[in-house]
């Protein structure tokens, strides 16, 4: 689901920027009650005193939410599922040393506002590519793994991005970042449609939206390592290879 990439790749407090007129500082962060213990490589998060099920719906309806923890400030979360008050699901893999008694937050996310940008997102990729838009196929994100990555995803992304700088959704963003946003965006698509939908990635180059070559240095962020600096190759003729499922990797 591209909201859930979107969660997974983007901060939190850039989404929360982005997404929330009401918290256009980006720090709102709201304390869950209790402790959790975080398993480094663990999906699992058990809680002490927590109440998990409180934002059950939400998770439900969004099909994931954002959560930080005190062990990792900074770095985002997601939640997929949630067991019962004590015990949670992420959506992939606690990525930083166990922690016992951790604190965790909820980031002040217009999750409303998100789901509207991803669903135009998806209508804009159809539209502009004449293909249909897969954010079904899994993207590999394990941390210092090659990356395989979902060309609809990898392009998903940055239109989310890009909508989410609408001024109708709350915020009058300066004309320079939008016009950066919809660049990266664009550059995106143009690949997608050169290569036909399937193309093989290159090393990382300039097509950076952690520490972009040109353009606003706020420009939203791919803040973790799961995908890091990536470009695909010139468009060009390709071959895929065996079990390459259509996504692009390298």
């Excluded at 699992?44 to 099920?53: A, K, S």
């Excluded at 099909?63 to 062990?71: D, E, P, T, V």
Aim: aromatic letters at 10%; proline letters at 7%; hydrophobic letters at 40%.
């Amino acid at each position: 689901m591209l909201l859930v990439e979107v969660l997974t790749r983007i901060s939190g407090q850039r989404l929360t920027e982005l997404s929330n007129a009401d918290n256009s500082g980006g720090l709102r962060l709201t304390q869950l009650g209790g402790t959790v213990t975080v398993t480094s490589g663990s999906l699992n998060v058990v809680g002490i005193g927590t109440t998990f099920t409180a934002f059950q719906g939400a998770v439900n309806t969004f099909g994931g939410i954002a959560i930080q923890f005190s062990s990792q400030p900074g770095v985002s979360y997601v939640v997929a599922s949630v067991t019962d008050d004590t015990n949670l699901v992420l959506a992939y893999p606690y990525a930083a040393p166990t922690a016992v008694g951790a604190a965790s937050y909820l980031p002040g996310i217009n999750y409303q506002t998100l789901q509207a940008a991803c669903f135009d997102a998806q209508q804009h990729f159809i539209t502009a590519t004449n293909f249909a838009f897969d954010d079904v196929t899994q993207s590999a994100n394990n941390v210092g793994a090659n990356p395989t990555l979902n060309k609809c995803v990898w392009a998903g992304v940055a239109l989310v991005v890009a909508y989410l700088y609408d001024p109708g959704r709350g915020h009058p963003w300066p004309e320079a970042e939008v016009e950066a946003a919809w660049r990266v965006a664009n550059k995106r698509l143009d690949f997608v449609k050169h290569n036909y939908g399937d193309g093989a990635f290159s090393p990382p180059v300039t097509d950076s939206v952690f520490n972009p070559s040109v353009g606003p240095s706020r420009l939203p962020t791919f803040d973790n390592q799961r995908w890091g600096d990536i470009s695909p190759q010139p468009p060009g003729p390709w071959t895929p290879s065996a079990g390459s499922g259509g996504d692009w990797g390298n």
